[in-house]
C-alpha cells in the first residue's frame, strides 16, 4: 500500500508530455495487437508448437515476422483446422506443414523449413515387427499401422499403402503409441526429432516399456504453408523469408535453437 501510494504521488508530477506518450505508446500497442494478421499454429507437436501457444517453432515464426515489423497473431488450434484453413484461403499462413503434391498451385512453403523431423517406426515389445534383411521399412500385408490425422508423412511411409498396410489415424503421435500399448495397432508411426531421445514420445504418452522404436521410415521437414488465394498470402511470404533470413543472420535463430534443446 505504501509504495503503492508514492507511485501515484510522483505519476502525478510527471510533465503532462510525458503522460501523454505513455498513452500514446499504450494506444498503439493496442492498434499494432488488433491491426496484427492472423496465422494458424498446430496445437499438439511439441516440442516445435504447445497447446498454450509456445514452442520452438511458434517462436522462430514470431522472430522472423517481428524482425521486418510486421505484426502477427497465432492462433492455436488443431493440425486438421490450420491445413483446410490454410487449403481453403481463410487464413494466409499455417504451420507447422509437410510438402504434398495436392499442395502444388494452392500452397507456397518458405525456402528453409522450420524444422526437421523423422518418420520413426514405434512396435510392441511382446509384439515386433517381422524383419528381413535390408529390408527396413517393409510390412507385411495387411498390418495395421497408426498415424496421426491430418498430418504430412515421406514417400517411404505414403508408398505403403501400395503394399496392403492399413493406415489407421489416431488424434495425436501419443494417442497412437497408447493405442499401439493396447494392441490395437500392428505399429505407430511417430514424428521425432533430432534434438530429444525417441523415447521423450514414450515418456510423453505414458506406455512405459510397453512400446519400443524399431526403425526409421523417413524424413520430413516441417515448414509454414502460405496460401496462393489469399490476398496477403505472398506478401506475408517475402516477408517471412526476409526475416528468417535476417534472425539466421544476427543469431536469433541459434540461441532459439539453444534455448529449447540445451545445445
Excluded at 504451420?95 to 495436392?102: A, C, Q, R, V, Y
Excluded at 498390418?143 to 490425422?149: A, E, K, P
Aim: hydrophobic content about 45%; some cysteine; glycine content about 6%.
Amino acid at each position: 500500500m505504501h509504495s503503492t501510494s508514492l507511485r501515484i504521488s510522483y505519476t502525478a508530477k510527471l510533465p503532462a508530455v510525458f503522460l501523454a506518450c505513455a498513452l500514446l505508446s499504450i494506444a498503439s500497442s493496442v492498434h499494432a495487437q488488433r491491426g496484427a494478421i492472423r496465422i494458424m499454429v498446430e496445437d499438439a507437436a511439441e516440442p516445435w508448437s504447445y497447446p498454450d501457444g509456445s514452442g520452438y517453432a511458434n517462436e522462430v515464426v514470431l522472430a522472423a515476422f517481428q524482425a521486418v515489423d510486421v505484426p502477427v497473431k497465432l492462433e492455436v488450434v488443431p493440425y486438421s483446422r490450420c491445413k483446410s484453413q490454410v487449403l481453403s484461403a481463410a487464413v494466409p499462413a499455417c504451420f507447422s506443414m509437410g510438402w504434398l503434391p495436392e499442395f502444388n498451385g494452392v500452397l507456397r512453403f518458405s525456402t528453409k523449413p522450420l524444422f526437421k523431423v523423422n518418420a520413426d517406426v514405434f512396435e510392441h515389445v511382446e509384439h515386433p515387427i517381422p524383419r528381413k534383411l535390408n529390408a527396413e521399412c517393409k510390412f507385411e500385408k495387411d498390418m495395421r499401422l497408426g498415424i496421426t490425422r491430418g498430418y504430412e508423412y515421406p514417400e517411404e511411409i505414403l508408398g505403403l499403402s501400395k503394399e496392403g498396410v492399413v493406415f489407421v489415424e489416431a488424434v495425436t503421435d501419443q494417442n497412437s503409441l497408447k493405442m499401439l500399448a493396447a494392441k490395437r495397432f500392428s505399429a505407430a508411426i511417430i514424428m521425432t526429432n533430432d534434438f530429444e531421445p525417441k523415447s521423450r514420445k514414450i515418456q510423453l504418452s505414458d506406455t512405459g516399456d510397453k512400446v519400443r522404436f524399431a526403425f526409421n521410415c523417413g524424413v520430413q521437414l516441417g515448414s509454414i504453408g502460405f496460401s496462393l488465394k489469399h490476398p496477403q498470402g505472398i506478401t506475408l511470404l517475402a516477408k517471412f523469408e526476409s526475416g528468417f533470413q535476417k534472425i539466421e543472420a544476427n543469431g536469433t535463430l541459434k540461441k532459439n535453437q539453444a534455448r529449447w534443446f540445451d545445445l
